[in-house]
Antibody, heavy 123, light 107 residues
Framework: QVQLVESGGGVVQPGGSLRFSCAAS????????MHWVRQAPGKGLEWVAF????????YYADSVKGRFTISRDISKNTLYLQMDSLTVEDTAVYYC????????????????WGQGVLVTVSS | EVVLTQSPATLSLSPGERATLSCRAS??????LAWYQQKPGQAPRLLIY???ERATGIPARFGGSGSGTDFTLTISSLQPEDFAVYYC?????????FGGGTKVEIK
């Protein structure tokens, strides 16, 4: 079965950086696009970033463009999110999500989600 | 950006009742709309995609309808496990966006 396991969250100061990962299993990682979606405490969902299945194109929400970078390591079946120049507004639970259920370049929808990792930006 | 407006914000119903949730888009999203369910402390779960297609393992009591800018999620007979927050989402244009959510609570 599809599993997505995030790791690497924590507390970081404003202006700092953080990188966390999402280990994928149960599907052919290289065949599907992947997303990051976040949820601030007590708030709704916000899409953050998407990486196409062929790894050639990435897309970002305006709120993170130029500060966040989505990437992957096919050999490790792992998705990453590098976050720089963090602000308190970036405090949220970050979910990795598989693009699907259709097969192709996407984006489609978020058909499987990880358990989420909490990032707290605070001085 | 496509703004998705969900209504009502909160829906108070009893088990066994029918729930009707609305999602309105600021411009046409064609049929590129999905619904997700989120329970406290859990990740969201895909329920419906492409307006009316049920995701894997989703019970038949969940149904979606609509087109263009107006969409509806219907839960035909609420079960205890259905009390949760529901979000709509569009993939027709960048950036991908979500509605603000509708909380279905026990009356």
């Amino acid at each position: 079965q599809v599993q997505l396991v995030e790791s690497g969250g924590g507390v970081v100061q404003p202006g700092g950086s953080l990188r966390f990962s999402c280990a994928a299993s149960g599907f052919t990682f290289s065949n599907f696009g992947m997303h990051w979606v976040r949820q601030a405490p007590g708030k709704g969902l916000e899409w953050v970033a998407f990486l196409r299945n062929d790894g050639t194109s990435d897309y970002y929400a305006d709120s993170v463009k130029g500060r966040f970078t989505i990437s992957r390591d096919i050999s490790k079946n792992t998705l990453y999110l590098q976050m720089d120049s963090l602000t308190v507004e970036d405090t949220a639970v970050y979910y990795c999500a598989k693009d699907g259920p259709n097969y192709g370049p996407g984006p489609y929808y978020f058909d499987y989600w990880g358990q989420g990792v909490l990032v707290t930006v605070s001085s | 950006e496509v703004v998705l407006t969900q209504s009502p914000a909160t829906l108070s119903l009893s088990p066994g009742e029918r729930a009707t949730l609305s999602c309105r888009a600021s411009q046409s999203v064609y049929n590129y709309l999905a619904w997700y369910q989120q329970k406290p402390g859990q990740a969201p779960r895909l329920l419906i995609y492409d307006v009316s297609e049920r995701a894997t393992g989703i019970p038949a009591r969940f149904g979606g309808s609509g087109s263009g800018t107006d969409f509806t999620l219907t839960i035909s007979s609420l079960q205890p496990e259905d009390f949760a927050v529901y979000y709509c989402h569009q993939r027709s244009r960048w950036p991908l966006t979500f509605g603000g959510g509708t909380k279905v609570e026990i009356k």
